[in-house]
């Protein structure tokens, strides 16, 4: 098993089991999407503080909203990726805009 695979096994460890305290029962298929989203967003080459190792260290609490919040938070972090991943833009683009090289939350009315 290669590295980026034991990260994915264990970060839909740690999902799976956030999400199961807190009452939410999600299909295996979409707990691994998700799981997949969190690994390709911080196992970039450029990537070296906020990696999955940091997200890890973050995630470990007995709170699972804490841990939640330490899956992703560093998910997307532009001052070093300089973008969104290609894989998050979907969920990203119904609320922001990138004008002049600069993202910006739309307004909505």
């Given at each position: 098993m ?31 999407k ?15 503080f906020?990696?999955?190792e ?47 090289a ?8």
């Amino acid at each position: 098993m290669n590295q980026k695979t034991d990260y994915l096994f264990q970060c839909r460890q740690i999902l799976k089991s956030a999400l199961t305290q807190l009452g939410f029962c999600l299909v295996e298929e979409k707990i691994w999407k998700i799981a997949e989203l969190i690994v390709e967003g911080v196992t970039g080459k450029w990537r070296s503080f906020h990696s999955f190792e940091h997200i890890l260290m973050v995630s470990k609490t007995e709170d699972p909203l804490i841990t939640l919040a330490g899956l992703f938070h560093d998910l997307v972090y532009l001052q070093i990726d300089e973008k969104i991943g290609f894989n998050l833009t979907p969920y990203f683009n119904p609320y922001i805009i990138e004008k002049d090289a600069v993202f910006q939350i739309k307004s909505f009315p």
